[in-house]
């Protein structure tokens, strides 16, 4: 990520300054960029002495792992428990059997021989049973003797290993405090933070890796430095995106939430700001027209920058609006959910007998969904199936990114419909319901390789997100009959 800073001198003349977030081939500095906050590379820097503290403790962790054969050890004590478990079940069996036939020679004695004899015999085979009882006793001891031993330099050696383990992670935990105090921010008052005492007012507590690297929190504290005025600042990606995350070539992009927020929430204090678009409620004026309604349910069609659902910030949306309607119903109850920019179908349920319904519906996926959609490309494929899991950007929220050890199994199936202009109406039919799935299966280089017309995150802002939730069906909650409702593709 690239970013650009245009700022004012005392004098009143504009110029601008540039960054990059955390490095390029290896180096902090490069001709034409601003300095890094913090320059843990620099020859006079503790870093490295500090990390080769940490290496030590490594290379001894590693010599001590393989001298103690540890893995060995562990191969042993299975071979031991197997073979002792094989042994006591053997002569289990054994004595077993030799409690049979015993019963059969006393029940032959006892009808063959007088009374004298017989008790002769009945002692002797009372011996029999007590020196198999001893053997087995005696064979249980001696495998446990074995087992506890070798268990016990297991546990040492694994003790010792924790211990190194814990030693290395201390020194690092030390380091990597150290590094954070050393990140020091201003802001346009004068005020410093480190990232210690930004992150600990967060919910996170301890700053992310590479907090204190990007391009935004460099330039504002370059340009704090040397007495600049920030005016106006924009990130932009350039190159290929990640595997896992999208990013678009030359594309303009918000400061990520986990690591920069918290910095800039710091180092814009004191500073003029334009107004949070996130506060801001682009539904104020909006009407939220009604597909259908009866006693049970409402579908609506929610315009584009309408909320589903109340958030953090602002209260309107479709949810509340049915509320507002609805005010005498057991409801209204959200059953799911389309993004701010999405506009297309909803259904609410109206009573409790309806919500129970419907949520099986859409838990079972019964629910039967398609959007239509304009994408940034000509598509080749007439239609085909996109399998690409996902899960949350833990860096960048409400980001979604591909990932296939985190991520959720996410099904999308396309249909294309015309291309016009260089871009691809498509219907998408949803098997899955993950956020933002549709978008990130278009926008990533592992599905469609188009992102949908105006998505902001995943691809290049437009009027409005060209996506919309154009026909639902599920069975009716009440009368069982199978319904679907449609909305005219606004685009």
């Known amino acids: 990520m690239f970013g650009v800073l245009v700022v004012k001198n005392a004098a009143g003349e504009l110029g601008f300054l540039s960054a990059f977030s955390g490095k390029i081939d290896d180096s902090n500095h490069h001709q034409g960029f601003v300095p890094p906050v913090y320059d843990m590379l620099d020859d006079d820097s503790f870093f490295r002495s500090e990390l080769e503290k940490i290496n030590d403790v490594s290379t001894e962790l590693n010599a001590y792992i393989s001298n103690s054969n540890i893995e060995q050890l562990k191969s042993l004590l299975s071979v031991i428990i197997e073979e002792e478990s094989s042994q006591i079940q053997h002569l289990q069996a054994e004595i077993a059997d030799s409690r049979k036939q015993r019963k059969l020679a006393r029940i032959q004695a006892q009808n063959t021989l007088p009374e004298q004899k017989y008790q002769e015999v009945e002692k002797s085979l009372a011996k029999q049973s007590v020196a198999q009882k001893n053997q087995l006793k005696w064979l249980k001891k001696e495998w446990a003797d074995k087992r506890t031993l070798l268990a016990e330099k297991i546990t040492q050696v694994d003790q010792a290993i924790a211990d190194l383990k814990a030693k290395r992670a201390g020194l690092s935990n030390q380091l990597q405090h150290k590094i954070f105090a050393h990140y020091s921010f201003l802001n346009a008052e004068g ?187 000509n598509l080749q494929q007439k239609e085909g199936n996109i399998t690409l899991p996902l899960c949350g950007d833990p860096y960048d929220r409400p980001r979604q990114m591909v990932s296939y050890d985190e991520g959720k199994p996410a099904h999308t199936r396309y249909q294309l419909m015309e291309i016009v202009e260089g871009h691809s109406k498509v219907m998408l039919y949803p098997e899955t319901g993950r956020t933002h799935q549709l978008r990130v299966h278009c926008a990533h280089a592992e599905g469609l390789n188009m992102p949908i017309i105006g998505d902001s995150l995943y691809g290049r802002k437009d009027v409005r997100l060209y996506l919309h939730a154009q026909q639902l069906s599920f069975t009716h909650p009440i009368s069982k009959e199978w319904v679907t409702f449609e909305a005219d593709i606004p685009f």
């Not at 990007?214 to 330039?219: E, M």
């Open 191 to 377: 005020n410093r933070q480190d990232l210690n005492q930004i992150f600990a007012l967060t919910a996170y507590k301890v700053p992310p890796a590479g907090a204190g690297e990007c391009a935004a929190p460099k330039l504002m504290q370059y340009a704090y430095l040397n007495d600049y005025e920030p005016v106006a600042m924009a990130e932009f990606w350039w190159g290929h995106s990640p595997k896992s995350e999208i990013r678009q070539h030359k594309q303009f992009y918000p400061s990520c939430m986990s690591k920069c927020h918290p910095i800039l929430s710091h180092m814009l204090v004191g500073l003029e700001v334009d107004p949070n678009p996130l506060l801001e409620n682009p539904a104020e004026d909006k009407p939220l027209p009604i597909i259908y309604e009866d006693e049970h349910i409402v579908v609506v069609n929610k315009p584009e920058g309408f909320l589903s659902v109340p958030g953090r910030h602002i209260q309107d949306s479709a949810f509340y609006r049915i509320q507002q309607m609805y005010p005498d119903a057991e409801g209204p109850f959200a059953l799911h959910r389309l993004d701010m920019a999405t506009s297309g179908l909803l259904v609410f349920a109206l009573t409790k007998r309806a919500n129970k319904s419907l949520q099986k519906q859409f838990i079972s996926r019964e629910v039967k969904k398609r959007y239509a959609a304009l994408i940034d490309g």
